[in-house]
């Protein structure tokens, strides 16, 4: 072997390898502030189980709501206690099922402060309103404070349109068809009288078919809901008017009944009925059968 392949040879197998590069910087300081962010992630989670156990312990001992009993029994001894109420709107409606619920919430108010009065601040107007809504005759009511020492109860009454007769009972209705009150029959105020199951709930078509037809309104006596379907109008002057299915229907047949009776005097002349179900047609329903109309009798042979 020659000296020249030798030392090629050494010098091939002398080299030697770099070594790897050490880690950047970079990435060091990247782990770095992700555990540092995971830290201050975990720190906040821990942070708000702990504010949530805390919460939890404080409605258990029901320290937020003594807090607030004291507050509110404070300013009741600071002179904002409820004193008196004052009631307004009321037309219909009797005042003693008002009384004894403000006198129920004030008792409740009272008793939580444990005082002998009601603090302004403990008295909830939204209970006292949601269960004055309950009464037909309730179509709002607003509960105000009126510091120092007043409750407010201003009450908007609806208004009587008709009265509902239904399996023997009589009841105040408005235009919408609520029930107001019942009514004893010989207390019964002078408005239109409506007949049958579901009839209330239909007040307001009448009171549309009726206001199309002025001079026929103020002969109404009463109306009859029949069969769920239609109505039938019965007159102060006896008659009674049976009207087609539909409020189109009976619209249109009410307002050519309505012209022909200014025109020709149909109500009031001892008419029964006037039957307006088929479209076009009137049938009429006289008091009694006329009389047979006979032929000349032959004569007999002797």
């Known amino acids: 072997m020659s000296a020249a392949h030798v030392r ?43 504010l949530a ?14 807090a607030a009993r004291s507050a509110g029994a404070a ?18 409606m009797a005042r003693a099922p008002i009384d004894a619920i403000v006198s129920d919430e004030l008792h409740r108010s009272a008793e939580a402060a444990g005082s002998d009065k009601a603090p302004q601040t403990l008295v909830s107007a939204g209970e006292i309103r949601n ?38 009972r009589l009841a105040l209705i408005d235009a919408d068809g609520v029930v107001l009150d019942r009514v004893p029959v010989d207390k019964m105020p002078d408005l239109p009288l409506l007949i049958g199951p579901g009839a209330n709930n239909q007040a307001e078509e009448l009171g549309r078919l009726m206001a199309a037809v002025p001079t026929l ?3 109404l006596a009463s109306a009859t809901w029949v069969g769920g379907r239609r109505w039938d109008l019965n007159f102060q002057t006896g008659e009674t008017v049976a009207l087609p299915e539909g409020e189109d229907a009976s619209r249109v047949a009410l307002a050519k009944f309505a012209k022909l009776d200014k025109s020709t005097g149909l109500l009031g002349h001892g008419m029964l009925r006037f039957d307006l179900r088929i479209a076009g047609k009137m049938i009429v329903r006289l008091p009694h059968a006329p009389p047979e109309i006979t032929g000349p009798q032959p004569a007999q042979a002797g």
Request: glycine share 10%.
């Open 217 to 219: 309104k103020p002969q």
């Open 8 to 50: 090629r040879g050494s010098s091939a197998q002398g080299k030697s390898r770099k070594p790897s590069s050490p880690p950047s910087g970079r990435s060091g300081n990247r782990r770095t502030a992700d555990r540092s962010r995971l830290n201050r992630v975990a720190g906040l989670a821990f942070g708000a189980f702990m």
């Open 53 to 66: 156990i805390a919460a939890v312990v404080l409605v258990a001992l029901d320290v937020p709501a003594r």
């Open 75 to 92: 300013l009741g001894d600071a002179g904002f206690a409820v004193n008196g109420y004052q009631i307004t709107g009321l037309k219909h």
């Open 131 to 168: 269960r004055l809504l309950q009464f037909g005759w309730v179509k709002d009511a607003r509960v105000s404070r009126r510091l120092p020492d007043t409750l407010v109860i201003d009450i908007v009454e609806r208004n009587p349109a008709a009265l509902w007769q239904d399996q023997g």
